[in-house]
């Protein structure tokens, strides 16, 4: 998929139901121009077009309890893909705060090694726990996936928590300096 004009791309990836779109909503607001996705199909790609400097690749949620294995294996294609993509800065991997990665997280884990593709984890549903428990968790999702702090960063779509932050840290990401 050659999209046009080329430009710097970053994806979106994890679990269905982790809370992507209404992450992405709060990220981009109104700014946003879906241009393109497969009629029809639930679990296409899809690219957004973001203030006319970048692209937002969409794709779908990971660790549906009724995927199949063809697509599973389709899923597991299109991530390649995504992440070969020779303008792909990065991937913005989101996580439920409240939950230990699943198996399905970590075959994203291996499969962003394996690219070794920048990541940055957005920890999602933030306003689900105390302040206190946000940073326990942090803390302990950081040791279990191996990322620095810079890379970690807690949102709330509810809330706004880290919206900010975490546009920076795209911003860094698209631009190749870490913000
Ligand atoms: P997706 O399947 O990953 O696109 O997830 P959605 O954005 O559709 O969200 C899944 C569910 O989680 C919905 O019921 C959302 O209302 C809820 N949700 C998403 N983000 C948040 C959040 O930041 N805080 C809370 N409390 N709920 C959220």
Do not use: C
């Not at 979106?12 to 909503?25: D, E």
């Not at 990971?62 to 990065?90: D, S, T």
């Not at 726990?129 to 803390?139: D, G, M, V």
């Amino acid at each position: 998929m050659l999209l046009d004009p080329q430009l710097p791309e970053v994806a979106f990836v994890g679990r269905s139901n982790v809370g992507k779109s209404s992450l992405l909503n709060a990220l981009v607001g109104r700014r946003i121009a879906k241009i393109s996705g497969t009629p029809g199909k639930t679990r296409a790609l899809n690219v957004f077009l973001i203030d006319d400097s970048h692209y937002f690749l969409d794709l779908p949620g990971y660790g549906y309890a009724r995927a199949g294995k063809a697509q599973l294996i389709a899923f597991r294609a299109l991530v390649k893909y995504a992440l070969q993509r020779e303008r792909l800065r990065g991937v913005v991997w989101l996580l439920d705060i409240r939950h230990p990665p699943s198996s399905d997280d970590r075959a994203m884990q291996d499969a962003l090694a394996e690219g070794e593709t920048h990541v940055l984890a957005a920890l999602t549903k933030g306003d689900k726990l105390s302040t206190e428990q946000r940073r326990a968790r942090e803390r302990e999702l950081r040791g279990d996936l191996e990322l620095p702090e810079d890379q970690v960063v807690v949102t709330s779509a509810k809330t706004g928590e880290g919206i900010v932050d975490l546009k920076e840290a795209i911003a860094g990401l698209i631009s190749g300096v870490p913000q």
